[in-house]
Nanobody, 122 residues
Framework: QVQLVESGGGLVQAGGSLRLSCAAS????????VGWFRQAPGAERQFVGL????????YFAASVKGRFIISRENAKDSVSLQMNSQKPEDTVVYYC???????????????WGQGTQVTVTA
């Protein structure tokens, strides 16, 4: 059984930064792709970014490209999402997920965390 836990959510002012972390119960983060998604009430879950299962290649949605950074920390079985220059529209629940292939589609991922709330004040 693989367990993912997100942490680091909270309040931040517009233009500020938050760092989210996704921790796994095993070493799966060293082998599978890790994706970050977010979902607002009544909206579909949307892709934020991902890091490849091997190496450090990252990909981002256009809405966050240049503002967000994803890093893998294999020694800690952890992947972080650094969110900079945050905007009010970033106020949603953020989820991390793992899957065997890189994909911007939520349905391609196998394991999901419980989500962590981020609120950006104007």
């Amino acid at each position: 059984q693989v367990q993912l836990v997100e942490s680091g959510g909270g309040l931040v002012q517009a233009g500020g930064s938050l760092r989210l972390s996704c921790a796994a119960s095993g070493r799966i983060l060293s082998y599978w792709a890790v994706g970050w998604f977010r979902q607002a009430p009544g909206a579909e879950r949307q892709f934020v970014g991902l890091i490849a299962g091997s190496g450090s290649q990252t990909y981002f949605a256009a809405s966050v490209k240049g503002r967000f950074i994803i890093s893998r920390e294999n020694a800690k079985d952890s992947v972080s999402l650094q969110m900079n220059s945050q905007k009010p529209e970033d106020t949603v629940v953020y989820y991390c997920a793992v899957g065997p292939h890189m994909s911007a589609s939520a349905g391609s991922y196998v394991y999901w965390g419980q989500g962590t709330q981020v609120t950006v004040t104007a």
